[in-house]
């Protein structure tokens, strides 16, 4: 999909090339943290559909993160983030995108597997997440990590 766009004073705009058809158009306004603004679509299937959009920075996720997963189970884990991806050493395969969390933590009782979200402050994690082998495999539930 190409873009173009333009800044104009406190305003961006953005227009996609077509895509199956379909022109999708956005103008809002930046700021160091936020992006808001409204997008429609001009043409193709969904023409005429518009709304709001906003968005927001989220911060690194790197450092140590803590938190309970069960009443007798705390995790604490060192997260590196790079531009798509968190590495959880020795974990693997463990990424984010926007607030979007998937991770792979190696543990000694087995790999626990973590999906979820982080919020704008960057410093929570909330989500489900399952044991996979070791003496714990198959446990499963909510939980909430906390940047430290």
Same mark, same amino acid.
């Given at each position: 999909?190409?873009?173009?766009?333009?800044?104009? =004073?406190?305003?961006?705009?953005?227009t &996609?090339?077509?895509?199956?058809?379909?022109?999708?158009?956005?103008?809002?306004?930046?700021?160091?943290?936020?992006?808001?603004?409204?997008?429609?679509?001009?043409? =193709? @299937?969904?023409?005429?559909?518009?709304?709001?959009?906003?968005?927001?920075?989220?911060? &690194?996720?790197?450092?140590?993160?803590?938190?309970?997963?069960?009443? &007798?189970?705390?995790?604490?884990?060192?997260?590196?983030?790079?531009?798509?991806?968190?590495?959880?050493?020795?974990?693997?395969g463990?990424?984010?995108?926007?607030?979007?969390?998937?991770?792979?933590?190696?543990?000694?009782? =087995?790999?626990?597997?973590?999906?979820?979200?982080?919020?704008? &402050?960057?410093?929570q994690?909330?989500?489900?997440?399952?044991?996979?082998? =070791?003496? @714990?495999?198959?446990?499963?539930?909510?939980?909430?990590?906390?940047?430290?």
């Amino acid at each position: 999909m190409t873009l173009t766009g333009a800044i104009t =004073g406190n305003s961006l705009t953005i227009t &996609s090339g077509a895509v199956n058809g379909q022109v999708i158009s956005f103008t809002g306004t930046p700021t160091s943290t936020t992006l808001s603004g409204t997008y429609t679509i001009t043409v =193709g @299937c969904a023409g005429g559909d518009h709304g709001n959009v906003s968005a927001f920075k989220v911060p &690194s996720v790197t450092g140590n993160w803590t938190g309970p997963f069960t009443p &007798s189970t705390t995790v604490t884990v060192a997260l590196t983030q790079t531009p798509g991806s968190i590495t959880s050493p020795p974990g693997s395969g463990s990424s984010i995108i926007g607030i979007l969390v998937y991770a792979e933590i190696n543990t000694s009782n =087995g790999q626990m597997v973590f999906t979820g979200t982080v919020n704008q &402050s960057g410093d929570q994690m909330t989500g489900n997440y399952s044991v996979v082998g =070791g003496s @714990c495999a198959g446990n499963t539930g909510t939980g909430t990590i906390n940047k430290t």
